[in-house]
């Protein structure tokens, strides 16, 4: 049974959403504000996180940088801002996925289900030969057993999104995906305006691995195609 950490100031959203999610088969734990979600997580095997933006004492911005200190849980950001610059923030501080307030309760439950399926089975792609444990391409390596992500032999920590984009990547080098390809494949949804969430996972992923970001080594745009990974 999966455990969903949800995160929110208002009691009465929190138990909507607990009663939605139980009734999934979920496994749910509560939390008002973000300082409380950090000790749940400390305490609890938790697999999922829902985090509402504005809270007292530690706001879901901050929590958020902070968990992704130490863990690559998927978090959904919820927040009634519905600006592209709200989304862009939550996206660059290591948010998985980002839902807007008043929501479709079947919506949210539908993301759940999205972001775990991609958290526990990462790397299932038909076209990997899962044969080789690893992928490379020049200092570039991705571990498809241990799920590590390695670059000159230091490991890289990122999230369960950016793996599966480099996994996309690093399987078929050379080759060019389209930003709608990459969202179809890697977030398993129809694409729909998505060039900015595609384009912040990919500047994070850059920042990590790449010396110079600007000046990428690995990662490439191929202008108005789409992104590769270098055959190195």
Do not use: C
Request: proline share 3%.
């Amino acid at each position: 049974m999966n455990n969903i950490l949800i995160v929110d100031d208002d009691k009465e959203i929190v138990d909507s959403i607990d009663i939605y999610l139980r009734n999934e088969g979920y496994n749910t734990f509560k939390a008002y504000d973000g300082i409380q979600a950090l000790e749940t997580i400390m305490n609890e095997d938790i697999h999922l996180i829902l985090m509402d933006i504005m809270m007292p004492k530690l706001d879901g911005i901050k929590a958020t940088i902070k968990i992704r200190e130490e863990r690559n849980i998927p978090i959904i950001l919820v927040s009634a801002k519905s600006e592209d610059t709200d989304k862009i923030i939550g996206l660059n501080i290591g948010a998985d996925d980002y839902i807007t307030k008043p929501f479709n309760l079947l919506e949210l439950v539908a993301r759940v289900k999205s972001n775990l399926r991609r958290y526990i089975n990462l790397g299932n792609y038909n076209n990997i030969n899962t044969s080789n444990e690893l992928i490379k391409s020049g200092g570039l390596e991705l571990n498809l057993y241990t799920k590590e992500v390695k670059v000159d032999g230091e490991n890289i920590k990122v999230t369960p999104i950016e793996y599966k984009i480099l996994e996309l990547l690093l399987s078929n080098k050379g080759r060019v995906f389209s930003i709608d390809e990459i969202y179809e494949r890697v977030w398993k949804e129809e694409s729909f305006n998505v060039e900015n969430t595609v384009a912040v996972h990919v500047r994070r992923i850059r920042e990590k691995i790449e010396i110079n970001p600007r000046e990428p080594k690995y990662l490439k745009v191929v202008w108005g195609v789409g992104y590769k990974i270098e055959k190195l």
